[in-house]
T-cell receptor, first 111, second 114 residues
Framework: AQSVTQLDSQVPVFEEAPVELRCNYS??????LFWYVQYPNQGLQLLLK??????LVKGINGFEAEFNKSQTSFHLRKPSVHISDTAEYFC?????????FGTGTRLLVSP | DAGITQSPRHKVTETGTPVTLRCHQT?????MYWYRQDPGHGLRLIHY???????DKGEVSDGYSVSRSKTEDFLLTLESATSSQTSVYFC?????????????FGSGTQLSVL
């Protein structure tokens, strides 16, 4: 069965600093991987997804993620964060007919 | 925004009472999902539907049932609510069963069971 592990429950960072949110996946078959973002009091929105091809995936709001098959990772990065990036971020992997989510990482951006 | 409406947005109920949450979509998407979100657990799938009257269990289905009599509506019922079912419930819709397509999420229902 597919699963994902998000290693950090919370990541504090200063505005304009770079950030990396970590995600490791487990799957016995080829996978599709996703990052979703949840702003306060809202539902989730898709940031980016990896299906195949280039291992570096660019998403919305300046985020990107790199698929690393040998390390079974799909870490999310942004070179310079803004206050408005404060949110919870979820990594997800495709399971049969459904997505399986990680436990989430709360990104806290302070001035 | 995708046309997904969850109702009610907030609900307070007592232990042992039945509760029904409604998800309504205007996108004509085939797949619909119910997730619950709890601190430290992320989103966990309760039930999902891959067509009218076609549903299946997710990882935390005990104590919940679902029905889908129309493409646009997916109902989640707590037969006899318990305090452990206090949570935020999200409905999501998609076209292809979670494969290479993205899900669209509703705004959530905050349920408190006292």
């Amino acid at each position: 069965a597919q699963s994902v592990t998000q290693l950090d429950s919370q990541v504090p960072v200063f505005e304009e600093a770079p950030v990396e949110l970590r995600c490791n996946y487990s799957s016995s078959v080829s996978v599709y991987l996703f990052w979703y973002v949840q702003y306060p009091n809202q539902g989730l929105q898709l940031l980016l997804k990896y299906l195949s091809g280039s291992t570096l995936v660019k998403g919305i709001n300046g985020f990107e993620a790199e698929f690393n098959k040998s390390q079974t990772s799909f870490h999310l990065r942004k070179p310079s964060v803004h206050i408005s990036d404060t949110a919870e971020y979820f990594c997800a992997v495709t399971g049969f007919q459904k997505l399986v989510f990680g436990t989430g990482t709360r990104l806290l951006v302070s001035p | 925004d995708a046309g997904i409406t969850q109702s009610p947005r907030h609900k307070v109920t007592e232990t042992g009472t039945p509760v029904t949450l409604r998800c309504h979509q205007t996108e004509n998407h085939r797949y619909m999902y119910w997730y619950r979100q709890d601190p430290g657990h992320g989103l966990r799938l309760i039930h999902y539907s891959y067509g009218v009257k076609d549903t299946d269990k997710g990882e935390v289905s005990d104590g919940y049932s679902v029905s889908r009599s129309k493409t646009e509506d997916f109902l989640l019922t707590l037969e006899s609510a318990t305090s452990s079912q206090t949570s935020v419930y999200f409905c999501a819709i998609g076209t292809g069963g979670g494969g290479d397509e993205k899900l669209f999420f509703g705004s959530g229902t905050q349920l408190s069971v006292l």
